[in-house]
């Protein structure tokens, strides 16, 4: 099976812009969740969906939303990026409650 | 208090030791422990999974989990020059697919 594929693998934006991201699960996987990664704060949840819906969202703010389509590939979107926003974004493919990671999105915010 | 913690290491073992790995977590509800392997660039990469008590061994690694001390650590037997990496420990507690992760723990294993 191939794995999760995230596109595109690095991006870079200024402050202001906003940004989409793209994942595909492994197939067959119909949850997929979206973490941030940060050297200061580590990997931190943002949200999951399953077959569309969003089921679980974490702490950041509403210009971080995500989508999720019929055949279970999911977007993330930002808005009005900030600097802090410099991160690796991490899609995971939920097979159960063991989350796969694909190689993640280095977005860098200048 | 953190949920996940982690010492941050570096924790430095010679090649053919054994790696012993920690981490602890504050909500007793957690029900499902993860660990992760992450390269320096690279996503994590799952190793191993542990939802009882108790001992599980794959290969050179072994996850143990106490739920009444609230720990859980990792094991790697015959350490390997490739296992130079950080290793996140990661929680689910309830019903929710959310992975809460520790800082990680840098490991370096030297010749």
């Known amino acids: 099976k191939a794995g999760v594929t995230q596109t595109p693998r690095y991006l870079i934006k200024t402050r202001g812009q906003q940004v989409t991201l793209s994942c595909s699960p492994i197939s067959g996987h119909r949850s997929v969740s979206w973490y941030q990664q940060t050297p200061g704060q580590g990997l931190q949840f943002l949200f999951e969906?399953?077959?569309?819906?969003?089921?679980n969202k974490g702490n950041f703010p509403g210009r971080f939303s995500g989508r999720q389509f019929s055949n279970s590939r999911s977007e993330m979107n930002v808005s009005t990026l900030e600097l802090g926003d410099s991160a690796l974004y991490l899609c995971a493919s939920l097979d159960g409650g063991t989350q796969y990671f694909g190689p993640g999105t280095r977005l860098t915010v200048l | 208090q953190k949920e996940v913690e982690q010492n941050s290491g570096p924790l430095s073992v010679p090649e053919g030791a054994i790696a012993s790995l920690n981490c602890t977590y504050s909500?007793?509800?957690?029900?499902?422990f993860f660990w992760y392997r992450q390269y320096s660039g690279k996503s994590p990469e799952l190793i191993m999974f542990i939802y009882s008590n108790g001992d599980k061994e794959d290969g050179r690694f072994t996850a143990q989990l106490n739920k009444a001390s609230q720990y859980v650590s990792l094991l790697i037997r015959d350490s390997q020059p490739s296992d130079s990496a950080t290793y996140l420990c990661?929680?689910?507690?309830?019903?929710?697919?959310?992975?809460?992760f520790g800082t990680g723990t840098r490991l370096q294993v030297t010749l």
């Open positions: 969906y399953f077959s569309e819906t969003q089921r």
């Open positions: 990661a929680v689910i507690t309830g019903t929710a697919s959310k992975l809460t």
């Open positions: 909500d007793r509800g957690s029900q499902s």
